[in-house]
């Protein structure tokens, strides 16, 4: 089976840090792309940002200039750097892979989510 662990989130105050982790298990053949997003409380899911595996990314207007995504095909892991962060950034966070299983079955996975809190 193919899962998602998502990582590193937390409470912090505003204006502080965080870094999450996605890390792919499974047999995994290649990760084509992987998005992160987000669900606030009585909001619907948002994209945040995506990374393709040729590296270009893609930012909500909302993050730009705060949210860095990364990844590191080695290690079939993703990564969001957040920074500056502000009480509405708090939510749920999902990361998502669109990958290709070593089967060559083609799709794409969801992580459990991990809870972001900025608060002072």
Do not use: H
């Amino acid at each position: 089976q193919v899962q998602l662990v998502e990582s590193g989130g937390g409470l912090v105050q505003p204006g502080g840090s965080l870094r999450l982790s996605c890390a792919v298990n499974g047999r995994i053949f290649t990760i084509y792309g992987m998005t992160w997003y987000r669900q606030a409380p009585g909001k619907t899911r948002e994209l945040v940002a995506s990374i393709t595996n040729g590296g270009s990314t893609n930012y909500a207007d909302s993050v730009s200039g705060r949210f860095t995504i990364s990844r590191d095909n080695a290690k079939n892991t993703m990564y969001l750097q957040m920074n500056s962060l502000r009480p509405e950034d708090t939510a749920v966070y999902y990361c998502n892979a669109d990958l290709m299983r070593t089967d060559l079955v083609r799709r794409n996975y969801w992580g459990q989510g991990t809870q972001v809190t900025v608060s002072s």
